[in-house]
């Protein structure tokens, strides 16, 4: 009888590494320029860390826990930005390590265009780029519905 093979599990520091060999992930000052040019800021921290530290000018809030549904062109849920697979999303959490496992998974769905930002929103902050005075977050995007409107 063979000898049963035990395997390591991986450590999330596998995971990571495995996600962002996938990625051309950006700086901020990348990311900045790329949203000049076309691309999807998406900020997918929580509420409440908007709340205590601003939030990104013209970013898309999509809070992680909806983001697959929300970018698949696919899926009856999906924002109005997410029109087909060749969309240029941009990733920011709050550093830049929940955002490389998110991209992943959007390459996971066929959304071949996804990255993040090295160093999330906390570099996007000590780089000088723009932030909104911590208060009131944006909400975070929902859906839209068939007349267009944002829900």
């Keep these: ?24 992930r950006l700086s901020p000052a990348e990311a900045a320029r790329a949203v000049m040019h076309g691309a999807i800021l998406l900020d997918t921290r929580p509420e409440w860390q908007r709340r205590a530290d601003g939030d990104i000018p013209g970013a898309v809030v999509i809070e992680r826990n909806h983001l697959e549904w929300r970018c698949d062109p696919t899926c009856h849920a999906r924002v109005r ?11 920011c959490c709050d550093e830049g390590y929940s955002s490389s496992l998110a991209a992943a998974s959007l390459h ?16 996007w902050r000590a780089a000088g780029l723009p932030v909104a005075a911590p208060g009131e977050p944006n ?9 267009g409107r944002d829900l």
């Design 1 to 24: 009888m063979a000898a049963a093979v035990r395997t390591i599990p991986p450590t999330i520091d596998d995971v990571l590494a495995s996600a962002r060999s996938g990625l051309r």
């Design 81 to 91: 930005e997410a029109t087909g697979h060749d969309v240029s999303w941009i990733i």
């Design 139 to 147: 909400r975070p995007r929902q859906s839209f519905a068939r007349d």
């Design 108 to 123: 996971g769905l066929g959304l071949h265009r996804t990255t993040d930002v090295i160093g999330g929103f906390r570099a």
